[in-house]
């Protein structure tokens, strides 16, 4: 067992294991990090940021492509991230 009581992931990416992490974190299953939660999966940081402040923040994170490295970018009322997490709302 890990630090919240589910049963510990192989190394193997599992079908659909992501959606179940995030499926949990929603329910309040998961209620500290969920670093590891997903063994095999990318976990990275969530910006929203409005139009004014975007081009600044995408300016920056290629200056320190290393530290601040950009997965994904949606067009402005895209809720979906297509190439990272198909089917998942980025509000929820």
């Not at 500290?32 to 997903?38: D, I, P």
């Amino acid at each position: 067992m890990n630090l919240v009581g589910l049963p510990q992931l192989s190394a193997e990416p599992l079908p659909n294991e992501a959606q179940r992490v995030r499926s949990l974190i929603r329910q309040a299953t998961i209620t500290s990090t969920s670093r590891g939660q997903a063994m095999g999966f990318l976990q990275c940081n969530l910006a929203i940021l409005s139009k004014t402040h975007a081009d600044e923040f995408w300016l920056y994170c290629q200056r320190n492509a290393k530290a601040c490295q950009v997965l994904e970018v949606t067009q402005p009322g895209h809720t979906e991230p297509q190439r990272l997490a198909p089917g998942a709302d980025l509000r929820r």
